[in-house]
């Protein structure tokens, strides 16, 4: 079976530029997670979907960040306009639900604004 | 707040030997524990879970342990192999609150020939 699939898995940009980040998770996997990732730090939530209603967007930069996971299967995280502080990895997960801690990653886009 | 950390951010040791990677946690309502790890160019991947009614659990060559005493949790890997050095990040989980997974900083294993 497929894992979590993300595209692109690196992009490079200018800053002030637009970007967008694609996720495929886990056939049947209703919940989704969007995470952000600094190099030798931890994951940090950014968005959480339970199905195609985003529960959890506490953490999410809404003054340039959007997500949005039509019909509860993939979804894309965009960026506009970036910034050189988002320089990073941008995860993607999924999970059977939200009550397990077994979430399935996907191997990340690495994004690099110059 | 949510907060989850490492003591170590390095831990080097030799192929064979026995590895324990702590974490402390800082949020006492936390109820759900995970441990992940993550290679190189890779995202995270589960490793073993515990939930706050147990303070044991044992995988494959793997077994975390939990005190809630001191807030502290640790995961040891039996008979260490080249294929463990990764970065493992503890994890936890209020659910009955913000059910959000919160991630500690990781500490880099590398396990020596």
């Known amino acids: 079976e497929a894992g979590v699939v993300q595209s692109p898995r690196y992009k490079i940009i200018e800053k002030k530029q637009p970007v967008a980040f694609w996720c495929n998770p886990i056939?049947?996997?209703?919940?989704l997670y969007w995470y952000l990732q600094n190099l030798g730090q931890g994951p940090e939530l950014l968005i959480r979907?339970?199905?195609?209603?985003?529960?959890?967007d506490s953490q999410l930069p809404k003054d340039r960040f959007s997500a949005e996971r039509l019909k509860g299967v993939d979804s894309t995280l965009k960026i506009q306009p970036a910034e050189l502080g988002d320089s990073a990895v941008y995860l993607c997960?999924?999970?059977?639900?939200?009550?397990?801690?077994?979430?399935?990653f996907g191997e990340g886009s690495r994004l690099t604004v110059l | 707040g949510e907060s989850v950390g490492l003591h170590l951010p390095t831990l080097s040791v030799q192929e064979g030997d026995n590895s324990i990677i702590n974490c402390a946690y800082s949020?006492?309502?936390?109820?759900?524990f995970i441990w992940y790890k993550q290679e190189s160019g890779k995202g995270p991947q589960f490793i073993i879970d515990?939930?706050?009614?147990?303070d044991k659990r044992q995988g494959q060559r793997v077994t975390v342990l939990l005190n809630k005493t001191v807030k502290h949790l640790s995961l040891q890997i039996a008979a260490t192999q080249p294929g463990d050095s990764a970065v493992y990040f503890c994890?936890?989980?209020?659910?009955?609150?913000?059910?959000?997974?919160?991630f500690g900083k990781g500490t880099k294993l590398t396990v020596n020939p």
């Open positions: 994890a936890e989980i209020n659910q009955g609150g913000s059910e959000k997974l919160v």
């Open positions: 979907y339970e199905n195609e209603e985003a529960v959890d």
């Open positions: 997960a999924s999970s059977l639900d939200s009550l397990t801690g077994e979430l399935f």
């Open positions: 515990i939930r706050s009614n147990m």
């Open positions: 056939s049947g996997h209703n919940t």
């Open positions: 949020n006492s309502a936390s109820d759900y």
